[in-house]
């Protein structure tokens, strides 16, 4: 059984923070890491996705994945009101259909 | 469309109704995907198409369960004698490609389901 595991919430952060999400997964096999954005009462949407140990950076949001410890984490610098929303991890097995995590909610207040 | 279509949007039934969802994915996709998303939960797999193909049926929690996508385009989701525990969104997605390589889900906006 595949397991992708994360952190309900939530997390709370003020405005201009950096916001810190991780992920852990059990298939020691997994090779590529999603990172989806869920607005809540909406369908998700990929943000970011990693294949390579280390850091990848898009805008505001940093991927970093450590495959020897098995986790991988979203960081989201100068939080804004509008990144509130719900961070799903997705970790595609071998047939690479994802599993995902439960999620985790993210509330940046002003 | 320029999206993912999911039709009814919501849904009611009342215990042991039979329901069917909708899925129209984006024009070219290969695979299409069904996924069951509870309340705080994330995504829970269901089903996977390629084309017309059912590949991967092992994410559907009962025989009352049944999926098709006869011409390889719009998908629908039937569920029989509906139970309390099926209430849930019912999230569909399509990709390009096919599983062998990742490729970008993109996701419709999800039928509600309330089973009274």
């Known amino acids: 059984q595949k397991e992708v595991e994360q952190n309900s919430g939530p997390l709370s952060v003020p405005e201009g923070a950096i916001a810190s999400l991780n992920c852990t997964y059990s298939?020691?096999?997994?090779?590529?890491f999603f990172w989806y954005r869920q607005y809540s009462g909406k369908s998700p949407e990929l943000i970011m996705f990693?294949?390579?140990?280390g850091d990848k950076e898009d805008g505001r949001f940093t991927a970093q994945l450590n495959k020897a410890s098995q986790y991988v984490s979203l960081l989201i610098r100068d939080s804004q009101p509008s990144d509130s929303a719900t961070y799903l991890c997705a970790v595609p097995g071998g047939s690479y259909i994802p599993t995902f995590g439960r999620g985790t909610s993210l509330i940046v207040h002003p | 469309g320029a999206g993912v279509s999911q039709s009814p949007r919501y849904k009611v039934a009342k215990r042991g109704q039979d329901v069917a969802l909708r899925c129209d994915p984006i024009s070219g996709h290969v695979s299409l995907f069904w996924y069951q998303q509870a309340l705080g939960q994330g995504p829970e797999f269901l089903t996977y198409?390629?084309?017309?193909?059912?590949?991967?049926k092992s994410g559907l929690p009962s025989d009352r369960f049944f999926a098709e996508r006869p011409e390889g385009s719009v998908s629908t989701l039937k569920i029989q004698r509906t139970q309390q525990e099926d209430s849930a969104v019912y999230l569909c997605?399509?990709?390009?490609?096919?599983?062998?390589?990742?490729?970008?889900?993109?996701f419709g906006p999800g039928t509600r389901l309330t089973v009274l």
């Open positions: 198409f390629q084309n017309e193909a059912q590949l991967d």
């Open positions: 298939d020691r096999g997994s090779q590529s």
């Open positions: 990693i294949y390579s140990n």
């Open positions: 997605a399509s990709s390009l490609g096919t599983s062998g390589t990742y490729n970008e889900q993109f």
